[in-house]
């Protein structure tokens, strides 16, 4: 047996191995009955400090105990197993293999209705919490619903930059992004679009400011930011960049040991990242997407649904979903504009009626 067959039905890669959460339906749906979106369940449960500290350890066999609200924070703390190791890398390729998106970590994150507290926990059930605490072996940790839902929204933000870069679609993209200001900037290391400098290990505000950050404002009348479709894109592909830089400084280089022929005991070494949390990995596999717009996910223009493109001129999900959009889009650009339809026959003159 070869040593990439060996290895798939072995050991995990380091470089792409990560933890789901040991989560079963019944909590899914637990949490979907007490903790709803947001500060709902607030009532419920136990508001604690903002001074007050989580450690992992040992799992509560109540869910009474597992969740608790911290003052000046939009959303509760929940205590979460730890559960089987997997590849997100392997998946990452399966999800490119099935042309589906959401069969990928970055993929379903990007999708999860923010602030629902229920697609947090079906997203760990899959895919685990964005940064584990696992320095020492532990059964359990306490993950920042609140923190997590701030980087879902600054991921979602860059996301629809990217996903509107050439239509019209760039402008309702940054108005998005700030609405929510606020709660992506809560997101370190550094507010949103800063430019990394490496040398430093600081970061620099981007060369051109921010739509909201301009003299004359995002809801002045005078503003004319988002008149020109050219700015708009140079500073959206800007802060991408940016983005992406930012949220991947955990990747580290491994070199991996590759054995080479069957029966040869000579060895290759070959390099690849590593990321010591989901978070930078989500936003490396959102890179790697962007790096060839064959991989690069678009949105169903029949259904909304996010879907791999197999072909550049792919509009859709699906073939049917194609040819149900292909046959409207026909429709509109053929559709007689109604002055030059005919008038009803009611209202045509009779013949003769001059005479």
Same mark, same amino acid.
């Given at each position: ?16 191995? &990560? ?101 947090? $926990? ?51 993209? &940054? ?56 700015? $708009? ?123």
């Amino acid at each position: 047996m070869s040593a990439k067959v060996h290895r798939k039905f072995s050991t995990i890669p380091r470089e792409s191995l &990560w933890w789901r959460a040991k989560v079963t339906t019944d909590d899914v749906q637990w949490v979907r009955k007490h903790l709803g979106r947001s500060l709902d369940g607030i009532k419920e449960f136990r508001v604690v400090p903002s001074s007050s500290g989580f450690t992992a350890g040992p799992l509560f066999h109540s869910w009474n105990r597992r969740v608790v609200f911290v003052e000046n924070e939009t959303a509760p703390h929940v205590q979460v197993p730890i559960g089987e190791r997997y590849d997100y890398r392997r998946d990452y390729e399966n999800a490119k293999r099935k042309s589906d998106p959401y069969l990928s970590p970055h993929g379903l994150f990007r999708k999860l209705e923010n602030g629902y507290h229920m697609h947090a $926990l079906q997203f760990m059930q899959q895919f685990g919490s964005l940064n584990w605490k696992l320095a020492a072996p532990v059964s359990a940790d306490w993950v920042s619903l609140s923190d997590f839902w701030d980087r879902h929204a600054r991921f979602v933000g860059v996301s629809m930059l990217w996903e509107a870069r050439s239509d019209d679609q760039l402008k309702q993209a &940054w108005q998005w992004i700030y609405q929510r200001r606020d709660q992506i900037n809560r997101v370190g290391p550094a507010p949103f679009g800063y430019v990394p400098l490496w040398n430093e290990d600081s970061y620099s505000p981007p060369p051109q400011p921010l739509p909201w950050e301009r003299e004359e404002g995002v809801e002045s009348e005078a503003s004319d930011f988002f008149a020109d479709c050219r700015i $708009l894109r140079e500073c959206s592909l800007e802060v991408i960049q940016n983005e992406l830089n930012m949220h991947t400084a955990d990747c580290r280089q491994i070199w991996m040991m590759t054995r080479i022929g069957n029966a040869s005991e000579d060895v290759a070494f070959r390099p690849t990242r590593g990321f010591s949390s989901l978070w930078g990995a989500i936003w490396d596999l959102l890179g790697q997407d962007t790096s060839g717009f064959t991989h690069s996910w678009r949105e169903c223009l029949e259904c909304g649904r996010l879907f791999y493109p197999k072909d550049r001129r792919s509009a859709c999900c699906t073939t049917e979903h194609q040819s149900l959009w292909s046959k409207r889009k026909w429709a509109r650009e053929h559709r007689r504009p109604k002055f030059l339809s005919k008038p009803p026959i009611s209202l045509r003159p009779k013949k003769g009626a001059d005479r």
